[in-house]
């Protein structure tokens, strides 16, 4: 993507029908830290990497929790997100204010989206820089839901979003299909491993990620640093063995792609390769995660 | 010519009686479980008490509609807080929301007669008595509702407690054990329905101490 003469504003449209601005907001998720989701019939994890600006610093929050039955996990910039968790818990408070009864979690991401498009049509607004992996629980099952940007939602039995993110998504591909009957355990246990691959080699341990779990009888909560320790040690994914060194799970023969495409919207970029390790992880500007 | 008066009123009064009662480590909140409408009865077994956190319980008596909405805008209130700060409202915090709460509706009052209970933050017992629009302060007990007239006087009696003018600052907290407390309570509401056609049915009582919560009911004359 180069710099052209019809990305200054977002409301100008280029002559190959694209919005330069809404894709721009989409690389900025890009470049934000990894965060993973996967759910079975009746639990969805959510899983991110922890980055830190520099070491004297604490790692930035990405995952937050919106309500007892929802939670999201956001990749790009951490400060819209915080604003857009805040809006997701207000809507849920007043939908229980009128309803009594849980706010279904296709219904607010719908309302997530119709924001995000706001900001795609207005000229004195800019998109909202952040991604969303939205994960909930309803009377119509659990639920994992990806927004972006440009105000698209998808459903997904599994995504990864943010830096390296398609190394967690070759794994996914392969396993997405036994996802739905899933223990809880077996999901963490893919959650962490999609994790480790956007590490790319560097150790896995409690510190450098967070993990957030919602199932049912289960509401909404991270686990705490002890437990998701507990669980990498059990399962033997520390270090830097192999891809491997995996348990035997029947092999998936075809990759057929997940339950809907990656790129949101039809004119993606395709320049764009999140293998590469984006020097710009390091130097990103303190907002950026 | 006579000034034209309102033919139709917003309120109603559904009657029945709050107590709350503080100790060194436990609080005790009550209420009957009578809502009626002028002299009829509408149910004998209604609540009105609710848990608004860990620590805080909110006993309420009036026109219920009032306290029912009361009760939902403190309570997501009270999730909105737990988001921000990552933990449950203390018993003092929730009383000063309460507060606001009912000023905010100074020129159309909730008319809700309210009694807030629990545990401060030294874990000792807690009760904050209210007016409609939002007149409080922490007592070490309190009476409110159809039956208040009758039970003050004798918790009066009985709990001495010292006048808040004086200084320096008495504890407010009695004495009693938790048990004894709960006795005072149930003879309270046994006295106040013999005497007030809108207390009876059944009695509501919360214990609120440092192992959790607990409920416990009597059953009161039903006339």
């Known amino acids: 993507m180069f710099r052209n003469q019809y990305d200054t504003d977002v409301t100008t449209w280029s ?50 929790k919106v309500d007892d039955h929802i939670g999201v996990a956001i990749a790009g910039l951490t400060a819209d997100g915080r604003v857009l968790s805040r809006y997701m818990r207000n809507e849920c408070i ?12 296709g219904r607010l991401v719908v309302q997530l989206a119709d924001k995000a498009q706001v900001c ?50 070759t794994y996914l591909e392969r396993k997405f299909e036994s996802f739905m009957d899933s223990s809880r355990e077996n999901l963490i246990k893919d959650a962490l491993f999609a994790l480790r691959e956007t590490l790319q080699g560097e150790k896995l341990t409690s510190s450098v990620c967070t993990i957030a779990v919602v199932g ?38 075809g990759v057929a792609g997940p339950a809907a495409p990656d790129q949101a919207g039809a004119a993606e970029p395709a320049a764009d390769d999140d293998t590469l390790a984006a020097p710009g992880d390091q130097g990103a500007a303190p907002m950026d995660m | 010519m006579t000034k034209q008066q309102a033919n139709w009123s917003p309120y109603d009064n559904n009657g029945g009686t709050c107590v709350a009662v503080a100790g060194t480590d436990y ?17 004998r077994d209604y609540s009105k008490i609710i848990q608004l956190a860990d620590k805080s319980v909110l006993a309420s008596s009036g026109f219920q509609a009032d306290v029912r909405a009361l009760q ?40 809700a ?43 009066d009696n009985q709990l001495k407690s010292p006048s808040p003018l004086l200084l320096p600052a008495r504890d407010a907290v009695t004495p009693l054990s938790e048990s004894e407390a709960i006795d005072l309570v149930k003879t309270c509401f046994a006295s106040a329905t013999e005497r007030d056609i809108y207390t009876g049915d059944k009695l509501e009582i919360l214990v609120l101490n440092a192992s959790g919560i607990r409920r416990e009911y009597m059953e009161l004359r039903k006339d």
Request: proline share 4%; glycine share 8%.
């Open chain 1, 15 to 64: 002559p190959a029908g694209r919005l330069f601005q809404v894709e721009y907001a989409m690389e900025a998720v890009k470049q934000g830290s990894a965060a993973i989701g996967l759910r079975s019939k009746s639990h969805v994890v959510l899983a991110c990497v922890n980055k830190t600006s520099s070491e004297l610093s604490s790692h930035q929050k990405k995952i937050f």
């Open chain 1, 94 to 105: 007043n939908y229980f204010y009128t309803y009594e009864s849980q706010l279904p979690v």
């Open chain 1, 120 to 169: 795609t049509q207005r000229s004195w607004k800019r998109p909202y820089g952040v991604g969303l992996l939205v994960g909930g629980l309803d009377e119509s099952g659990a639920h994992l839901y990806y927004n972006c940007p440009s105000g698209n939602y998808f459903e997904y039995q599994a995504f990864a979003i943010g830096s390296r993110s398609q190394a967690a998504k």
């Open chain 1, 216 to 253: 049912v009888g289960e509401a909404f909560h991270i686990l705490d640093q002890e437990t998701v320790q507990e669980l990498i040690n059990e399962f033997e994914i520390a270090g830097e063995e192999a891809p491997v060194a995996e348990p035997a799970a029947p092999d998936q023969a």
């Open chain 2, 27 to 43: 609080c005790v909140i009550a209420a009957d479980t009578r809502m009626s409408s002028g002299y009829n009865i509408l149910t």
């Open chain 2, 72 to 111: 939902k805008v403190l309570a997501a209130k009270h999730l909105q807080y737990q988001h921000q700060h990552n933990k449950q409202m203390s018993c003092p915090a929730m009383a000063q929301l309460l507060s606001n709460t009912l000023y905010y509706k100074r020129f159309f009052p909730y008319y």
């Open chain 2, 113 to 155: 007669f309210n009694v807030l209970g629990g545990l401060d933050h030294e874990g000792k017992g807690c009760v904050f008595t209210y007016d409609a629009v939002g007149s409080y302060e922490r007592v070490g007990y309190s009476s409110q509702g159809s039956g208040s007239t009758l039970i003050t006087p004798f918790l």
